[in-house]
């Protein structure tokens, strides 16, 4: 997905390659500078374009109210000004890095013998490419770092937009 030209396109291609059932069940999102989608491909196959703003997923639906995990990303969110991309991204990464607690709320991550949270995103996408953040953690956020992958994610927008030019 990451070779096409757009968002549509990458959409697309997904659907193409993961309607064959060769991949095992996971959400997908694509994002260009102009658009966003998510593609639940597990136990349905369905694609939902995204809004600007604030969306949170987890491995069930987008923006779920009634996900304890992402009413608590949610209220960790709103209970701070968050007034640039930066200042947001630190409150995420804490917030995405806590375990649940004793009672197995109030937590972001997933433990478990035979399921739980395998990695992580944060994304940030601006009107100036220069200020789009990436970061990627390849563990549970409790466990392992964010990656800051930034200036990866500007060479792909920068690269998407010099293409719509043409």
């Not at 059932?21 to 694609?47: K, Q």
């Not at 608590?72 to 200042?87: G, H, P, Y």
Request: glycine share 8%.
């Amino acid at each position: 997905m990451l070779t096409m030209r757009n968002t549509k396109e990458a959409v697309a291609h997904a659907t193409r390659e993961l309607a064959g059932g060769t991949y095992a069940g996971a959400n997908y999102i694509c994002a260009d500078a102009e658009s966003g989608a998510v593609i639940y491909s597990g136990n349905r196959f369905e694609v939902v374009e995204l809004t600007p703003g604030l969306h949170l997923i987890t491995n069930g639906d987008l923006n779920d109210p009634h996900d304890p995990r992402q009413e608590f990303i949610l209220r960790q969110l709103t209970l701070q000004k968050l007034d640039s991309a930066v200042t947001f991204l630190a409150v995420a990464s804490r917030a995405f890095s806590r375990k649940p607690d004793v009672s197995g709320r109030r937590g972001a991550i997933v433990i478990g013998k035979e399921y739980g949270t395998v990695s992580s995103t944060l994304l940030s996408l601006a009107t100036k490419i220069q200020n789009a953040i990436y970061q990627y953690c390849p563990g549970a956020p409790c466990d392992y770092s964010f990656d800051d992958c930034s200036a990866l994610l500007r060479q792909v927008l920068s690269t998407d937009k010099n293409k719509s030019k043409k």
